[in-house]
């Protein structure tokens, strides 16, 4: 006695159906559930990718990393930088996301300067020289002073240089130089500690010879002073704090 199985056949994309017996049956019905396991993975495999994307959101800055990744990649492009002291300039845009009342957010500022930071590190071969010696690279300080807001959607140049140096730290400028006038929208002094290290080893091994120190701007000399004072006065600070317990 033979047994005979019908089965209804429906198109995964809901445009025929059919009716098929024997034992082509058994294999639309095995092809019907490959393609409905398939499916199911692929929704599970969804829900895991974006699952894992929501606690890397969640927990980490991932645009900053995303953008560290751009900033090193353009820099790798560019035409390297071959004098310590030489200026290097990009680009910008006021974007939605970086303001508030319609001018760049403060913080802002900060950030776009440790991007350049870093591309002209890359560009100049100071990040290379800093790995090969094992040192590492810190903001000891910096200070900011805002003249003219940047507005949303206003280009600007971010021009960045080194200054000089001392046996701990490199000195740089940054600019922001708005497209529009010329002018000088915001300026910082950055003070980028050496560890296990110093600038005059890392330029040592990145030029083959020691490097004479440029001379430090009057302005640079008056901020310097000021960190330093600060430093003394916050020592001085934890020391009675210390007797007094």
């Not at 046996?167 to 560890?195: I, T």
């Not at 008056?222 to 430093?231: E, L």
Request: glycine share 6%.
């Amino acid at each position: 006695m033979a047994i005979v199985l019908t089965v209804q056949c429906e198109d995964p994309q809901g445009e025929q159906e059919a009716f098929v017996t024997g034992p082509q049956a058994v294999e639309a019905v095995s092809g019907t559930e490959c393609w409905r396991s398939g499916s199911a993975a692929m929704g599970d495999l969804l829900l895991w990718v974006l699952a894992v994307l929501l606690v890397l959101f969640c927990s980490l800055d991932v645009w900053y990393y995303l953008r560290l990744v751009a900033v090193l990649l353009r820099a790798w492009f560019l035409s390297p930088v071959f004098d310590i002291t030489a200026e290097q300039s990009v680009g910008g845009y006021v974007l939605l996301h970086d303001i508030d009342m319609c001018h760049m957010n403060n913080a802002r500022y900060l950030r776009e300067c440790d991007f350049a930071r870093i591309s002209l590190y890359a560009r100049n071969g100071v990040l290379k020289a800093v790995r090969a010696l094992g040192a590492t690279m810190v903001v000891g300080a910096t200070t900011m002073r805002y003249r003219r807001p940047l507005c949303v959607g206003e280009k600007f140049e971010l021009r960045t240089r080194i200054v000089t140096w001392d046996d701990k730290a490199f000195y740089l400028e940054q600019r922001f130089v708005s497209r529009k006038d010329g002018m000088v929208a915001a300026v910082m002094f950055c003070k980028q500690n050496v560890l296990r290290g110093s600038p005059d080893k890392i330029l040592q091994h990145l030029c083959k010879r020691k490097v004479e120190v440029p001379e430090f701007p009057e302005e640079l000399q008056h901020w310097i002073s000021f960190i330093t004072a600060s430093s003394q006065a916050l020592k001085a600070e934890s020391g009675l704090e210390k007797k007094s317990e």
